[in-house]
């Protein structure tokens, strides 16, 4: 009987723990079934995705070469409008209120790729791009504080010296346009920077000198040499490449420094720049050693403003990272008579991963002058490939995809290897070239000759040129000559900006019409000034440099160009923005001139101060001597016999002598 109360109880529990053991279970039904229906809803336009993807897939093995094509259709397709953003939102508006929010997607992203290009020279042409874009805002002020993908030191740079647009290159040698084509972004030797600056700005040229400061520091280039004397301020040549191309020129700042010397300190900080530095992704291969063995070597850092659709209706920045790089036959590949490229020879490299903070990595190699193979042989083969409209024309690449596996293999190892068949073929002549040199004789005047070609067999079409002469070389403005095949050639347009001696250079813009088919020559006198003695380099004999002109213009383009900036394509082929069809933007610069200056003999003073100091050390010397000098006489001492004789006369007691 004493165990019926306790028999009660634990049967009074039982059914308490059963109950709340039911209730729990129902519970977890009902928010399992809710979450399963919000996770239907949300990702109901992936599996549309991935069936589209397993479509693809299932078509690449039929048909190879339209897959690239597909792709970017199918990624097109992808990018949601703003009214199907609109709907997703008022879809998902129910479950979100149930379900905790997911883990938000970052906003930047990264990409990479490389173009390999056999020259008809037998030299290859290789060139990096590397773009993070960010959707931040730097312009309003905002401290960002969280940095992913972007650099941080760029970052900081941008907000504090409220940078609009942001434009660096270090270039070692000088790009052959008659022997290589054009290249895909163009640089001059040496280190080229220039700036835009927001509105915000107050002392511009304050602003300017701070920047180039930290921007030497940042590079470990000479960049602190910028000062006003080789700053100019270009009124048509340079717009913005980014959001808004009306801008005031009074916040824009361009110089050059032709002497700058690139090297391996200046590499460093560039790949330190990059999300995965050089460990890992198509940044193993820039290797120091190969990069600068080279007959062209140029890299460079781009920053703008950026639309991500194409009503512009939400911006990014983005930062562009370049590196192109033109290998010698003779040189890379010393006593071997065939000519053949791959990846090691090239970079002592093999790839063997993509970057994995990047989200498209390829290689890409242009075969539009071979499509049959017959002049060169690209192993390992791929069937994957790719048009992009490059410089007015359109061009066929064999593209490998870094993100697949299958593109390594099973040695997990990638080595594009490039063998040439035949040496025949002609390339074809650039649509705009110009050359530029000095003539005269003697070291107090002389001339400077601006050669642009226009190739083109009927069209005509205007460049605008951009000089920026140093002021020890003082123009004669008066002597400015255009002509066009033996005639003159009046341009339309005329900027000029004399120089202030040891203040600021000159400042020539001009727009030209270029015939077709013909040559113009642009010819300018001028004369030498004679500089301070402090003023002159250490090695004076070597002679001056002149920055390189450059020559910006419309090209007439041969297929229809895309206007929409926004669209998926290469990013070697998006860099400049394009406004019409039937034209593409080019720039092209000359190359550096070297003029020597009347020099005096530095030797003469050296003698002179060795002349000097020994005349001082004779003459001062002896005269000081003499002035200084205290003058005694003193007896001579007697003899050892007259002192004995004085000794014997003392004990004597006679008087000594």
């Not at 020259?119 to 931040?136: C, N, P, V």
């Not at 600056?197 to 910028?226: H, P, R």
């Not at 009347?598 to 001597?625: E, R």
Request: with cysteine; charged share 20%; glycine share 4%.
């Amino acid at each position: 009987m004493n165990h019926h109360p306790r028999r009660k109880m634990a049967a009074h529990r039982c059914s308490h723990s059963a109950l709340l053991l039911i209730l729990c279970s129902l519970w977890v039904f009902v928010i399992a079934g809710s979450q399963g229906t919000t996770l239907t809803g949300d990702h109901h336009g992936t599996t549309v995705d991935d069936s589209q993807t397993a479509t693809q897939t299932a078509e690449q093995t039929a048909e190879q070469p339209a897959v690239e094509e597909r792709r970017w259709e199918a990624t097109q397709v992808e990018e949601a409008t703003p009214d199907d953003e609109a709907t997703d939102k008022q879809d998902t508006s129910a479950p979100e209120t149930v379900v905790p929010s997911p883990v938000p997607q970052p906003k930047d992203d990264f990409q990479e790729e490389l173009v390999i290009r056999p020259l008809h020279s037998g030299d290859i042409y290789a060139s990096f791009q590397f773009r993070t874009l960010w959707e931040t805002d730097f312009m309003r002020g905002n401290k960002v504080s969280h940095y992913r993908l972007f650099p941080k030191s760029l970052g900081q740079v941008i907000s504090k010296f409220s940078v609009r647009e942001l434009h660096i290159s270090f270039t070692q040698g000088y790009w052959r346009t008659m022997q290589w084509g054009q290249p895909f972004l163009p640089s001059p030797p040496g280190a080229e920077l220039w700036v835009w600056f927001q509105d915000s700005v107050t002392d511009v040229d304050g602003t300017w000198k701070e920047l180039t400061n930290v921007l030497s520091g940042i590079f470990c280039a000479s960049l602190n040499f910028i000062d006003s004397t080789n700053t100019v301020q270009p009124s048509a040549s340079f717009k913005p490449l980014g959001i808004g191309n009306v801008t005031d020129h009074r916040f824009l700042r361009y110089a050059t420094l032709p002497r700058e010397i690139v090297c391996t300190e200046n590499l460093t900080p560039w790949k330190k720049l990059l999300p995965c530095g050089s460990k890992a992704g198509l940044a193993v291969l820039l290797k120091s050693e190969k990069l600068f063995h080279s007959s062209f070597h140029s890299q460079a850092v781009h920053i703008r403003p950026v639309c991500q659709d194409w009503q512009c209706k939400t911006t990014s920045w983005e930062l562009r990272q370049t590196l192109n790089v033109v290998f010698d036959l003779h040189t890379s590949t010393p006593g071997q008579g065939k000519r053949e490229w791959s990846l090691f020879k090239m970079f002592s490299r093999t790839l063997t991963e993509a970057c994995p903070l990047a989200s498209s990595s390829k290689i890409y190699i242009d075969i539009t002058d071979d499509p049959q193979g017959e002049q060169f042989e690209v192993s390992p083969a791929t069937h994957l490939l790719s048009q992009a409209m490059v410089l007015g024309d359109r061009r066929t690449f064999s593209v490998y995809d870094l993100t697949q596996q299958i593109t390594f293999g099973t040695v997990r190892s990638l080595n594009l290897l490039i063998r040439w068949k035949s040496s025949e073929g002609d390339m074809l002549r650039p649509l705009l070239h110009a050359e530029r040199y000095v003539a005269g004789y003697g070291l107090q005047t002389g001339e400077i000759h601006t050669l642009m070609y226009n190739n083109h067999p009927y069209r005509s079409f205007p460049v605008l040129l951009l000089d920026s002469v140093p002021w020890y070389l003082r123009l004669y403005i008066h002597t400015l000559t255009v002509t066009s095949k033996g005639k003159d050639n009046k341009p339309s347009y005329i900027h000029y900006q004399p120089s202030k001696d040891r203040v600021r250079p000159h400042l020539l813009e001009m727009l030209v019409q270029l015939p077709p088919n013909s040559v113009t020559e642009v010819t300018v006198q001028f004369e030498r000034a004679l500089l301070k003695w402090t003023e002159y380099t250490p090695d004076p004999n070597h002679g001056f440099y002149v920055g390189s002109s450059v020559i910006s213009s419309l090209v007439p383009s041969i297929v229809a160009m895309d206007t929409n900036s926004t669209r998926e394509q290469p990013l070697f082929s998006s860099f400049f923005p394009c406004k019409e069809e039937s034209s593409f933007f080019m720039r092209v610069y000359t190359e550096p001139l070297l003029v020597n200056l009347p020099t005096p003999d530095f030797s003469m003073p050296y003698n002179v101060i060795c002349l000097t100091c020994t005349v001082v050390a004779v003459g001062y010397g002896s005269l000081y001597n003499l002035l200084t000098r205290s003058f005694q006489i003193e007896e001579p001492s007697a003899g050892l016999a007259k002192r004995l004789a004085n000794i014997i006369r003392k004990m004597r007691g006679v008087p000594p002598l």
